[in-house]
């Protein structure tokens, strides 16, 4: 049961008072070795009150980048507020994160199962805790992500164009984008959009990797919300970024036209213009050598760090239309 009574929070049936800190597990499932498995919430209460922010990463098991992220602002105490709450869920997945797997043990991807049932898969039944004992006592949530299938995120948020609230929060997280995208059907975002908590989902790196600075981005931009919250230790100090936000309306994927060995010559969030070379596909015998070029004028958003592609394999995400 998740409620805030006479300043009294209470999680999953654990009260937290003003001033006070306390890890709660989040268990729902034993390991099929019946050995327990926890799954920390470490949450910092300040004595003065303020908003609730609740920084969640690991929904997949596999986006180690945004668990760092996490981690950091634990271990630095920047989840320490002078006012308001701070709820840390550093790995959700932590079946996955466990096996070294994108989804849970029965193959259900935890992004496309939310709200979930009490009494669905394993997937759902994390789903459905987590929307039930955390998420309604939060005010703002802040989800760490990074790209899938070794294509590497340029650091950028991704949240609803309409949502004025949210583009605010955007400007003050100072990404070096934001990417407007549509809420996925059954994804954590749009659950929590429908009940109507302000998410900003963080995007960046990509699976199996820590970079140095993508995390900078994601720790950096969290610190710059707390503070515009009211919420930052003054013993912290919050940088404003090198660079301003590029708000992008539309994107494109250039896709591989043929099969072979892939390297890329262009950098993550370069500008480039239609008709620049971005890699190259060749085969293994000497005998292709197929220049991929830029179909348009844009940002390079992601970029595929395969070194084998398919025909039809996503190799570049390019910006194609900025917001102005």
Known sequence: MTSITNNVLTILNTKIYPGESKEIDFDVANLHTSSPINVPVIIERAKKPGPIVLFTAGIHGDEVNGVEIVRQLIAKGINKPKAGTIICIPVINIFGFINLKREFPDGRDLNRVFPGTSEGSLASRVAHKLMHEIVPIADYIIDFHTGGAGRFNAPQLRIMKENRSLNELAKVFGAPFVLYS???NKSFRNTCYKLGKPMLLFEGGKSFHIDESVTNHGVNGSKRVLQHLGMLSTKFNVSKPKKDTVFINESRWQRASHSGMF??????????KKGDVLGHITDPYGKLNQAVKAPNTGYIINVN?????YQGDAL???SSKLKR
């Open 182 to 184: 549509k809420n996925l």
């Open 263 to 272: 390297r890329a010559s262009i950098g993550i969030s370069s500008h480039v």
């Open 305 to 309: 760090e395969s070194p084998i592609v």
């Open 316 to 318: 570049f995400h390019i």
